[in-house]
């Protein structure tokens, strides 16, 4: 890896010049998360309802004592074996930082369309903790843009990331959609993103955006990455 190499006088005046640079994007992210709050809310009128662990449950349920629900759309199809190697690097960061979210009033559940069994079983093999549940044969991740019924993916109809991007093949894609409960025990759908906007979950980008390789996808996007019980054993280590 080539690189220029200066003297530490010239080394500081670089950094000074990006510091100013990543000064003005915080300022500019902080203004852009203030708009995001003060989005618009939409009233959730479907009673939702899933199959958990420990039997049927609906979308009020997710929340618990908290007053907000963040749910992250897990590619996990019916009938299929491939777990979503993306989708389970997002999640491998949850656990960790629900003990600090959820002290914020934030829960936080995932939803699929495949079977609770088939979850449950994924879920104990990832060693994950947070609540997920299965949405079925229901209507919520068609209704939240992430799920495409065969006849729409063949005519074109299958729009994701506000139609940003036609879906032909893949019946399930994944993204995150947050809910707020109002004081009379209404539902409202706040905000939902997807594709590169579900990288704000993922942390482990942030460390290696830090470093000069940046995140190492020679191989194309992502290419590295695996279910973290599949990389080689050295690897894991790193010790």
């Not at 594709?195 to 942390?203: I, Q, S, Y």
Request: aromatic share 12%; proline share 4%; glycine share 8%.
């Amino acid at each position: 890896m080539q690189h220029a190499i200066v003297s530490r006088k010239d080394w500081l005046a670089a950094r000074k010049a990006l510091l100013a640079r990543e000064l003005e994007l915080t300022h500019a992210l902080d203004a852009l998360r203030a708009e995001r709050r003060e989005l618009p809310w939409v009233r959730v009128e479907k009673s939702y309802v899933f199959d958990g662990p420990d039997g049927k449950c609906s979308l009020i349920d997710l929340f618990g004592e908290r007053g907000q629900l963040a749910v992250y759309h897990f590619m996990l199809a019916p009938g299929s074996d491939h777990i979503c190697p993306g989708c389970s690097y997002t999640m491998d960061h949850v656990d960790a930082a629900r003990q600090h979210f959820e002290r914020a009033d934030l829960a936080f559940a995932a939803v699929s369309r495949a079977p609770i069994g088939r979850i449950e079983q994924v879920k104990e093999r990832m060693g994950w903790a947070f609540p997920w549940v299965s949405s079925g044969d229901g209507d919520f991740n068609y209704d939240f843009g992430v799920s495409f019924t065969e006849e729409d993916r063949a005519t074109g109809r299958a729009l994701y990331n506000y139609d940003k991007t036609r879906i032909e093949k893949s019946p399930d894609m994944f993204g995150v959609s947050v809910f707020v409960k109002g004081e009379d025990g209404d539902i409202f759908h706040t905000y939902s993103t997807y594709h590169r906007g579900t990288e704000l979950l993922m942390g482990a980008f942030n460390w290696l955006d830090l470093v000069p390789k940046g995140r190492n996808e020679t191989g194309g996007v992502m290419s590295w990455v695996r279910l973290h019980d599949e990389y080689p054993q050295a690897e894991r280590a790193f010790a």
